[in-house]
């Protein structure tokens, strides 16, 4: 009963997602995260009426749609590039790379993984298979906010939501698919539980930082010269407090 | 038990990056007088009052120690070596901040030009991350040993910052100081009196 509720619940905050979405008309400013919600809105609610009327064929439906989830978060990761360091094109090729770069890791890692597992079976593979996918994932994220704090680069409050979501999704589940690969079956259990409710996580955030569009903050790049002459009337007046410290034997603080 | 461990390792730190990325301050506007001033005047402080080598010799020569230790009494002695110890905690601490300004104008430039070198990007960073640590490494040393506890390191805090300004250099070439020492000092002087 709990396990249906989370699931409607599940459902119902994404549909308010895209509602909010399309009601402020913030859909297409964010195409490829919207479109990641609406795939994962699709998947849910197929896992709901195939889990209800079809229930023999609802494991492989799991896993088959569990890796559309994980190759369309991509989507929200090219989401968070394109956005980020929309204003920045130096750093965005950067971001393309390591893109580019974790693109072919992960077609030679599943090409590498077909190849050499024979006995295939849906829980043990296809859990292993999404953890070191979802571990991709994560090192490409990384890579893209260590640019984005290394450069300073301002964002808005939605990207910061998308940011937060995604991220602590994608860090639980990583530390979720780990336990339950390595640590005793007690913990295995209980991580199971925390994975079902993991996604409500970035769901939650999103819900509050999408709920209007918040743009992200303008690049100024060329100041008012009224600015610029207060801006350089205030540092002049700094510097000289400096030298006549310096001078004095008393150094500013 | 270690895959767990390095997983974990993994999840904490893109959790750490989040944190990073939302935490960063915006640097100054671009081409701002107050971006472009600070900038001049880290490379100026750092180049000509900071890193020349006479004065870090200076600040770090034994002799003034030995004369005060064979023509004074204890008291004398404890106090200039109290002296000497504040004067290179600031000169450190001084280093420091101003290496932090040219690396904020730096990145806060370079982020514009669609042709950044990966390379000279990483050179920059890890050089800034380097000598930001030898810093905080040598305070620390300086703080617990005293001024002629970490002779080496002081070597390596003046050659490390001497890269990071010649890097700095040929990107923001119009930044640089002039060649004469004299001039720019007697400007900067006269400056600061007008």
Redesign the interface.
Known sequence: MLGLFVWWAGIFLEAAILLRAIRCRIFAKYTYFYTYVSCILLVDLTRFFIFKYEAPAFRNWYWSTEFLSVAIGYGVILEILRQALA?????A??GSRILWASFFAVLAYVAFKSATVTNWSAPATGAELE?DLR?VQ??V??GI??L????????GKNL?GM??GY??F???S??N???Q???DPPVRQFSRGVQSYSFFIPLFVWVITLWSFHPA?AV????RLE???E??A???RG??RD?RGIISGK?RK | ?T??IL??F??????I??F????????R??????AL??AR?ALRTLQLNLLPPELVGRFFAREDLEYVASATTQEVQQQFLQDRKRLVL?WIEQVRLQVISLQ?FY??Q???????S?RT?LAL?WECAALRMVCRALYLLVFLRGPYGAPDVVGKIVSTAGRVCSISEQSLAFLAPAQDRGVVRNSA?GD?AG
């Open positions: 204003h920045y094109q130096g750093p090729r950067f953890r571990t994560a090192f994220l990384a906010l260590i984005i704090s290394h450069y300073r680069i301002e964002i910061k940011i937060v991220g602590a994608i860090a639980c990583v530390l698919l780990a336990v690969a390595y640590a903050p100024e790049r060329n100041e600015s610029d002459y801006t350089l205030r540092r002049t510097m000289l030298v150094p | 038990m895959a767990l997983y974990s993994i999840a904490a730190g893109l959790l990056a989040i990073l990325a939302l935490r960063a301050r915006p640097v506007p671009e081409g701002s007088a107050d001033l600070g005047y600031a904020e990145f806060g370079s982020r514009h030009f669609v042709q950044l990966l990007e960073a002087r600061a």
